[in-house]
């Protein structure tokens, strides 16, 4: 992705939406001059008027523009990340515009409380849906600049390597087991401000690992190195895992899927986590 680059007197110059399309391959460079006659004619910026000659698609120039802001969006096709991640793909749909809401709720929480920034995605059910809202959370707050962590803490299912189509590697377990694995996180390659601490192998013994300090130490080193920390969870009705999480974490954003969810088991779960202490900062329910 190119960044805005440095030019003249201390100004900052964002790369032409022109130069983008052309680099991007969907755009041939002969045809920039009659783009540029067109744009001068209709008096329309250029990307309008490369629509408007059918050479370059709307989506086309959506993605230029996002390029030009350093907003981390994925054209359609992106074989980098699962499609399933409609806030690099579909950032202008209606349920990523829902997502975006959630965010500011949770920003501004943050800005009263400045330790919540590290929260567990919790839910009563299998295929509810807290994997799939965890990632989307993450790749919207990397799109806003922050440095994002997203720890797959489902040592019993797990599903970010696959949403993130990660390499195989030793993970979150690893490092609770204490097998190695003190290097720092990298980014992942699509999202410069994003990295997934993935699961890893799954363990015989999830609980005890979750259980361990080792889990609090690495959420600690996490609330320092970054700006905000989401954590995924298993079904809570597998076990104590994610009480265990959630716990640790000191907040927790119920997750609800309309005609799968038990309404009576996600007020227990909500009601065990105050118990245990737990900041539970509201909840979502998805309707798809």
Same mark, same amino acid.
């Given at each position: 992705?190119?960044?805005?680059?440095?030019?003249?007197?201390?100004?900052? &110059?964002?790369?032409?939406?022109?130069?983008?399309?052309?680099?991007?391959?969907?755009?041939?460079?002969?045809?920039?001059?009659?783009?540029?006659?067109?744009?001068?004619? $209709?008096?329309?910026?250029?990307?309008?008027?490369?629509?408007?000659?059918?050479?370059?698609?709307?989506?086309?120039?959506?993605?230029?523009?996002?390029?030009?802001?350093?907003? %981390?969006?994925? %054209?359609?096709?992106?074989?980098?990340? /699962?499609?399933?991640?409609?806030?690099?793909?579909?950032?202008?749909?209606?349920?990523?515009?829902?997502?975006?809401?959630?965010? /500011?709720?949770?920003?501004?929480?943050?800005?009263?409380?400045?330790? $919540?920034?590290?929260? &567990?995605?919790?839910?009563?059910?299998?295929?509810?849906?807290? /994997?799939?809202?965890?990632?989307?959370?993450?790749?919207?707050?990397?799109?806003?600049?922050?440095?994002? $962590?997203?720890?797959?803490?489902?040592?019993?299912?797990?599903?970010?390597?696959?949403?993130?189509?990660?390499?195989?590697?030793?993970? $979150?377990?690893?490092?609770?087991?204490?097998?190695?694995?003190? !290097?720092?996180?990298?980014?992942?390659?699509?999202?410069?401000?994003?990295?997934?601490?993935?699961?890893?192998?799954?363990?015989?013994?999830?609980?005890?690992?979750?259980?361990?300090?080792?889990?609090?130490?690495?959420?600690?080193?996490?609330?320092?190195?970054?700006?905000?920390?989401?954590?995924?969870?298993?079904?809570?009705?597998?076990?104590?895992?994610?009480?265990?999480?959630?716990?640790? !974490?000191?907040? &927790?954003?119920?997750?609800?899927?309309?005609?799968?969810? =038990?309404?009576?088991?996600?007020?227990?779960?909500?009601? =065990?986590?105050?118990?245990?202490?737990?900041?539970?900062?509201?909840?979502?329910?998805?309707?798809?």
């Amino acid at each position: 992705m190119k960044r805005i680059s440095r030019a003249g007197a201390g100004r900052l &110059a964002f790369p032409h939406v022109g130069e983008l399309l052309v680099s991007g391959g969907v755009l041939p460079a002969d045809a920039v001059g009659r783009v540029m006659a067109r744009q001068r004619e $209709l008096g329309i910026p250029f990307g309008e008027a490369a629509v408007d000659l059918g050479l370059v698609t709307r989506a086309d120039v959506l993605l230029a523009l996002a390029h030009q802001f350093d907003y %981390p969006v994925l %054209p359609v096709g992106d074989q980098g990340v /699962s499609p399933e991640l409609v806030a690099a793909f579909e950032p202008n749909s209606e349920r990523v515009e829902a997502l975006r809401q959630l965010r /500011s709720q949770l920003v501004l929480r943050r800005a009263a409380e400045p330790r $919540l920034n590290t929260i &567990a995605v919790v839910g009563v059910g299998r295929g509810e849906g807290r /994997s799939w809202l965890a990632a989307n959370l993450a790749v919207l707050f990397s799109q806003l600049g922050e440095r994002t $962590l997203l720890i797959d803490g489902d040592l019993r299912h797990p599903r970010q390597q696959e949403l993130f189509r990660l390499a195989p590697a030793g993970g $979150l377990t690893s490092r609770l087991a204490e097998r190695g694995e003190k !290097c720092a996180l990298q980014p992942h390659p699509r999202f410069g401000q994003l990295s997934v601490l993935q699961a890893g192998i799954v363990p015989p013994n999830p609980q005890e690992l979750l259980a361990r300090p080792a889990f609090g130490a690495q959420l600690a080193v996490a609330r320092d190195s970054f700006q905000m920390t989401l954590v995924d969870t298993p079904a809570a009705e597998i076990g104590a895992d994610a009480q265990l999480v959630a716990a640790t !974490c000191g907040s &927790a954003v119920v997750v609800a899927r309309r005609h799968a969810s =038990s309404q009576p088991r996600v007020a227990r779960l909500a009601a =065990s986590l105050r118990e245990a202490g737990v900041n539970v900062i509201g909840g979502v329910l998805l309707d798809f």
